[in-house]
């Protein structure tokens, strides 16, 4: 038996190219456990790598009851580069994926209307994203992925040939390396 068969996901969907990276940052989301999400790859996904969301035909069912997926980008385009899954370190994809899986925690939350309106204004508001994406990374820290959080900055901000405009886009709009370093702290004393 190979080890990813003896690793139970319930109502997930993972591609095997990430199985690995998404039991571990699933891990540290005990009250997803038997939330149905489904990870799919997607072409052209605009501006982001990956992309959590509600199911649409699930937004307006009880909040237990919905479902969402997590696009990820089959290939980023920067300039004139390709940038794939293949490229990202394993600590970097858990890290992304743990974000992601903050925006489901956040989505868990909201009401369908609040759901559709949330989208409105993230469609609309830059100040909305940079709320809702810091949110995100907030819920990834808080439920232990601070330091896979820190990787993926570092790796965006440090390690790629990202353009410029991208990582300034970043650096904007998500919490800062320094930040996420004293939420880890400060998660470290509320559970020591």
């Known amino acids: ?104 925690m956040d989505y868990r939350e909201r009401s369908g209307v609040n759901l559709i309106w949330f989208g409105l204004k993230y469609l609309t508001s830059k100040n909305y994203i940079r709320e809702a994406e810091r949110a995100a990374d907030t819920y990834a820290v808080n439920h232990g992925l601070g330091e896979q959080i820190i990787a993926t900055k570092d790796f965006i901000l440090n390690h790629t040939r990202l353009s410029d405009t991208y990582k300034a886009r970043i650096e904007d709009l998500y919490l800062s390396p320094d930040e996420i370093m004293v939420m880890i702290d400060e998660f470290h004393e509320e559970t020591n």
């Open 1 to 104: 038996m190979q080890q990813k068969d003896s690793l139970q996901f319930n109502n997930k969907i993972v591609p095997d190219v990430i199985w690995r990276e998404a039991y571990v940052a699933l891990s540290h989301y005990p009250e997803l456990k038997d939330t149905p999400i489904e990870f799919r790859f997607k072409k052209n996904i605009k501006r982001s790598f990956m992309q959590a969301q509600p199911k649409i035909g699930g937004l307006f069912k009880k909040r237990n009851n919905r479902s969402y997926l997590i696009f990820i980008n089959e290939e980023f385009r920067i300039e004139d580069e390709k940038f794939d899954i293949s490229m990202v370190p394993s600590e970097v994809l858990v890290g992304w994926i743990g974000h992601e899986l903050g925006h489901i």
